[in-house]
């Protein structure tokens, strides 16, 4: 079957295309791709996460870079794809291997690649791993594990604690700890679980193993976190927290049980860095973010770029630029003086310090967001269809034909990732998935009232 690199790593239904025969043409063609790396000698990380299998795909990966002779890092238990980013780039390797689908369903699993930078690999990087698929044997014979580790190729490390180390370093744990302030956490049922707990005191649910994801998509969206919701407001708790099966993304629940999308979360840490931690740098957002960041950076002085979807173009620029903030609409946001890498966890952490600095519920400071840049209510859907469909429906957008939207005037159009229309008070972005069958309808407008109006005419072209 096709191996085909998406918005971040290649991802498939175990069994079916994600399978062990697959995954060793993907880890020879990695392997090959880092062989040539200045750090190679130091080697590479490799981890996993909670879903069913990942341990053993994860070991797998191991012994086909060990074979090939390239020294590995394997961790040894479940960890979050920031944590494989991070000791890519501060144990100086040569890049990471993440075994994840991410906010995929259960029945998905994934392969992710990290650049010695600390972050996702470049679209670049991965069109190099690409053209070195066909060249590798789906029936090479990996050497067994023992007599790699034995040869000293595959070495177990405790990348959690050195990940839990590090950002010790950078957030005051006591202030968090004395503030009062209750903070809960989910996980859900993700490789984040017990982190949050162990680390900080956080009040943590869905932190045990179940492989099948308590049978919801480990994505911290609305419809997700229902349950997250409830048990925020009968704890009577301050914040919530969430993020996705591998914790780099973050959704938040307000002391009202509301839930705070990536969105306003990426606008109000943006307005914390620039008042409260006097930091100032570029705003780099996807095609699909919130134009309240536009507003924003016109009130604050800070130039803001838009890149195509997909956090490997930020984090590109996080490299190439001063950046201050840079984020997508799916909840993954990076910010000046971590590594260039969505992570959940840590902006987690960053939303507890916002509220003690500023001595305001979350539901305060989203009100104050909201009055001084006005209302952006967003939404997202995914519809599954067929394939003539969803060419005839892209088709469409592409010929410019679309010229209103449910009696909306369309005013202007970008193509730079998919179709964006542009409305009075609003707009919808139609795009195709990167990494499944579905069609995602995104809009954004004054009212969710003029939200639906904008994505039923999109489903309906």
């Excluded at 069913?52 to 870079?65: C, D, I, N, Q, T």
């Excluded at 269809?385 to 369309?410: A, D, F, H, M, Y």
Aim: charged share 30%.
């Amino acid at each position: 079957m096709q191996i085909k690199f998406g918005t971040d790593g290649w991802r498939g239904v175990m069994s079916d295309d994600f399978t062990f025969e697959n995954l060793v043409i993907v880890s020879q063609a990695a392997a090959k791709y880092f062989l040539n790396h200045k750090n190679i000698s130091n080697g590479i990380a490799i981890g996993y996460d909670a879903r069913f299998m990942s341990e053993e795909y994860g070991k797998l990966v191991a012994r086909v870079f060990g074979t090939i002779g390239v020294k590995v890092l394997l961790a040894d238990r479940m960890v979050s794809s920031p944590m494989v980013s991070l000791a890519a780039n501060k144990m100086n390797l040569a890049g990471g291997i993440m075994i994840t689908a991410s906010h995929n369903p259960p029945k998905y699993n994934g392969f992710k690649i990290k650049g010695d930078f600390g972050g996702s690999a470049h679209p670049e990087m991965v069109a190099e791993v690409e053209k070195l698929l066909p060249e590798s044997d789906s029936k090479i014979k990996p050497k067994s594990y023992e007599e790699l580790e034995s040869q000293g190729f595959i070495k177990k490390y405790d990348l959690r604690k050195y990940y839990a180390e590090y950002i010790s370093k950078k957030f005051d744990l006591h202030k968090i700890k004395k503030s009062g302030l209750k903070i809960a956490y989910d996980p859900m049922y993700g490789s984040g679980q017990n982190f949050m707990n162990e680390f900080a005191g956080i009040t943590e649910i869905h932190n045990e193993y179940n492989p099948s994801l308590g049978k919801v998509n480990p994505e911290p969206l609305e419809d997700n976190l229902q349950e997250f919701s409830r048990f925020i407001v009968k704890g009577k708790y301050d914040l919530g927290i969430a993020v996705d099966g591998d914790a780099d993304r973050i959704g938040a629940i307000d002391e009202k049980g509301n839930f705070v999308d990536s969105h306003k979360i990426f606008s109000l840490l943006l307005r914390y860095l620039y008042e409260k931690k006097n930091l100032r740098g570029m705003v780099v957002k996807t095609f699909s973010t919130t134009e309240m960041l536009n507003k924003m950076c016109e009130k604050f002085g800070l130039e803001i770029q838009v890149t195509p979807i997909g956090f490997k173009h930020v984090c590109k620029l996080m490299l190439e630029k001063d950046v201050l903030i840079g984020g997508e609409e799916s909840g993954g946001i990076g910010v000046k003086g971590h590594i260039p890498e969505r992570d959940g966890i840590y902006l987690g952490l960053l939303l507890s310090e916002m509220l003690i600095d500023y001595k305001k519920s979350l539901s305060e400071l989203v009100a104050e967001l909201e009055k001084e840049f006005g209302v952006h209510s967003y939404k997202r859907i995914d519809i599954h269809t067929t394939e003539e469909r969803k060419q005839n429906i892209l088709k469409k957008c592409k010929s410019g034909e679309v010229k209103s939207l449910n009696g909306l005037i369309v005013k202007d159009m970008s193509d730079l990732d998919g179709y964006k229309f542009f409305v009075e008070d609003g707009w919808l972005l139609i795009r195709a998935s990167g990494t499944e069958p579905i069609l995602r309808y995104y809009s954004e407008a004054k009212s969710f009232d003029l939200v639906d109006k904008l994505i039923d005419a999109g489903i309906n072209i």
